[in-house]
């Protein structure tokens, strides 16, 4: 069900375009009567509260209790209430109690709340660190 590829088990590393937010990064929400097909990047925070089918890099994402991602998360921060899909590498992810989860996600700090539907792999970003 799931594949390795050599960029999604990666934790974000500082890119240049968006390691220092500008002053006017802020939020930005996509709400529940919007799907998007295609890639989303955002210096700031983005929540999905509507469908995304596509990657999404960001310094935060928020996938709020309708909200539904299907493809591969890059942010500092995740946090999943709704549905998500792929693969995600974050250095914080929190599954809330309404998530449901079928995902292969590299981390550094991980909290499943107890009624979290998950499916899938976790990695501890040290575990690959540690190898190699």
């Known amino acids: ?9 990666t934790l974000p590393g500082p890119r240049p375009e968006i390691a220092r937010p500008e002053a006017g990064a802020g939020r930005s929400h996509l709400s529940a009567d919007l799907k998007v097909v295609g890639n ?3 210096a700031g925070t983005v929540e999905v509260l509507g469908e995304v089918q596509g990657d999404i890099e960001a310094k935060a994402l ?5 909200g539904q991602v299907t493809g591969k998360v890059r942010a500092e ?5 709704g549905k998500l899909d792929g693969s995600a590498a974050c250095r914080q992810a929190v599954l809330r109690s309404t998530a449901a989860a079928a995902v292969q996600v590299t981390y550094e700090t991980l909290v499943i709340e107890s009624g979290a539907e998950v499916e899938g792999k976790f990695k501890h970003a040290s575990a690959k660190a540690a190898k190699g």
């Open 77 to 81: 921060s995740l946090e999943v209430r």
């Open 62 to 66: 928020v996938i709020g209790s309708e």
């Open 1 to 9: 069900m799931f594949t390795k590829s050599a960029e999604g088990d």
């Open 40 to 42: 989303i990047s955002s």
